[in-house]
């Protein structure tokens, strides 16, 4: 199966750089700055299941190459406009698109511009960031892609992707419900950037602080109400699951959003919780912490404009 990997980030080198150390057929799609950087020093990830350095294909806007059988996108959400057009060639009438982005309003785009029959539901949980020399630095046990058709169905195309993407180092499951899978994740990654960003901590601090967890606790309830008022596939045990989760990660543990703000970086605000926000439009619901969080974002992101 021969894999195009659309970012060589975070998650796209990790989960790329690991297919290529297993001997999977894999190009990356980077910008040129990028692809200079790693044909010096190839891809470098430093793992908490180990660490390892790989000299990797990759190419740029416009070079030839056949279409691939697998596209995985693999770049921020606020990429994906400028992807819309360079992609095209790479795409034929048997590939799979499988985003890896978090959130939900990306799958529209993706169906709008490529066709429905052509985009996965997919996702991962992973802890990872780009260090100041472009390497990859990955910090918590979790590294797990969930992925399936968008109907549900078992397909002959999603067995042959799960042989390719198995036994390559990371945990992959092919889900028959993926839209709730898409949910769960949206749910709590929505509600942990919030409440890290929100609070400048990580997530031990905030939930030994009772002040802090109360308000987190809120939070995810109002995230829960307002994905299930506006008719998503959102089931009663999803905000104790979202804690639960919660309360199992290692206590350092940030989001990448928080990340991302550390270094000075463009965030996601709109795509996760803009897009929140935009589906209780219509309602006389309100969601206080939530808009709360946004309002704080969107302070970021315009002083961010201002440097
Ligand atoms: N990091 C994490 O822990 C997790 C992130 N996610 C989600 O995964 C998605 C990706 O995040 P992450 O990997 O952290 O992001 P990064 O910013 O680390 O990586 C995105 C990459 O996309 C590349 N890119 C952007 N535009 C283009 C383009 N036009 N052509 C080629 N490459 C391009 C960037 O390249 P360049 O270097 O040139 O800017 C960058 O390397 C997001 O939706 C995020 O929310 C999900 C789970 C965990
Ligand atoms: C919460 C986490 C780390 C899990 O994958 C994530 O998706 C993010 O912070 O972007």
Not at 107 to 118: A, I, P, T, V, W
Not at 277 to 285: E, F, G, I, V, Y
Request: hydrophobic share 40%.
């Amino acid at each position: 199966m021969r894999f195009l990997i659309v970012g060589a980030g975070a998650i796209g080198g990790y989960f790329g750089g690991l297919l290529v150390q297993k001997g999977e057929d894999v190009t990356f799609f980077v910008r040129p700055s990028k692809k200079s950087q790693l044909a010096e020093v190839g891809l470098i990830v430093r793992s908490v299941h180990g660490d390892f350095q790989t000299p990797i294909r990759a190419i740029t806007n416009g070079e030839a190459a056949d279409p691939f059988d697998c596209i995985i996108i693999s770049v921020k959400a606020y990429h994906l406009p400028q992807l819309q057009f360079d992609l095209e060639p790479y795409i034929g009438d048997h590939t799979m698109i499988l985003p890896l982005l978090n959130g939900y309003e990306h799958f529209d785009f993706l169906r709008k511009q490529f066709g429905s029959e052509k985009v996965l539901g997919g996702l991962c949980y992973i802890e990872t960031t780009l260090d100041h020399d472009g390497s990859v630095v990955q910090t918590s046990p979790f590294h797990r892609i969930v992925f399936g058709e968008w109907n549900g169905v078992h397909s002959e195309r999603t067995q042959l992707l799960l042989n390719h993407l198995d036994h390559a180092g990371f945990t992959v499951a092919r889900s028959h419900d993926i839209q709730r899978e898409v949910w769960q994740k949206y749910i709590f990654v929505a509600s942990l950037s919030a409440i890290t960003t929100l609070m400048d901590a990580s997530v031990g601090t905030i939930l030994a602080t009772a002040e802090s967890r109360a308000i987190y606790e809120k939070l995810l309830h109002e995230i829960v109400t307002l994905a299930h008022n506006a008719g998503m596939p959102i089931d009663s045990e999803m905000e104790a699951h979202t804690l639960k989760t919660m309360e199992s990660l290692r206590p350092e543990m940030m989001s990448s959003m928080q990340r991302d703000m550390l270094k000075k970086l463009p965030i996601e605000a709109s795509h996760l919780h803009g897009s929140l926000l935009a589906l209780a439009a219509t309602s006389n619901t309100v969601y206080p912490i939530l808009e709360t969080v946004y309002a704080r974002l969107k302070v970021y992101e315009s002083l961010l404009d201002t440097v």
